[in-house]
């Protein structure tokens, strides 16, 4: 499983549109005035309006496994980075990785994340187009072991085969492919951040055909698209 397409919603359309495209340099593919979609290595985040209160959502971008530093100092140049306990990068050793932080104009958790499994190795100076695909997308729901359990009978499955966690960040796909939906509930704080997880509306589309959509009345839709 690999994350295709995502499609969140947000109330700063142009502030995001001239974010992403112009100071990030990722590519639009399609640019309406309701909405706009990008390229992000493989795969494609959309933005559109019309919503409301002020969602937001965290995402990760999988960088080679060798352009941490560079990834870090080129981010570093166009936005500020997120701390956590007096530092600017979390390392997960029992993954491993690297990963950073920062806000978008709409306060959403961009994260970019070095997995030394993703074995990538790159030897241009690191850039936009450096990212591989969207690696980690949040799936905030009411009820994580229901939407869950829907998930594993169209085969995915929590990355280690642990057991659903009411309470815990549940990581849902393929740890080889190193895509993974967060499943959680409302209230769980988003390291490098001061936000907590919450319901917002959202579309993600798999490369296994899955398709998930969160409503605006918080109602989760799982099923499969036409091939």
């Given amino acids: 499983m690999e994350i295709s397409e995502v499609m969140l919603r947000t109330k700063e359309l142009e502030k995001m549109r001239r974010f992403y495209s112009e100071i990030l340099g990722l590519s639009l593919i399609e640019d309406k005035n309701e909405y706009f979609k990008l390229a992000v290595g493989s795969s494609h985040l959309i933005f559109t309006s019309g919503v409301e209160g002020e969602p937001f959502y965290h995402f990760a971008f999988n960088i080679p496994s060798n352009k941490f530093r560079e990834a870090k100092a080129w981010v570093k140049s166009k936005v500020e980075l997120n701390h956590e306990d007096g530092k600017d990068e979390a390392h997960f050793t029992h993954l491993p990785a690297k990963s950073l932080y920062f806000y978008d104009p709409a306060g959403n958790i961009v994260e970019f994340i070095s997995r030394q499994s993703v074995i990538k190795y790159d030897v241009a100076p690191f850039s936009q187009h450096s990212i591989i695909n969207l690696s980690e997308i949040s799936l905030t729901v009411d009820d994580p072991i229901k939407t ?3 998930l594993i009978e169209l085969g995915i499955r929590e ?27 409302p209230g769980r704080r988003w390291i490098f951040s001061n936000k907590r997880s919450a319901v917002h509306p959202l579309s993600i ?23």
């Fill in 148 to 150: 869950g359990q829907e």
């Fill in 205 to 227: 589309k798999l490369s296994n055909h899955v398709e998930i959509e969160v409503k605006d009345s918080k109602e989760v839709v799982i099923g499969l698209r036409s091939k």
């Fill in 159 to 185: 990355r280690d085969n642990d057991e659903l966690s009411e309470r815990a960040l549940n990581f849902m796909g393929d740890r080889s492919k190193e895509s993974f939906l967060l499943l959680t509930k």
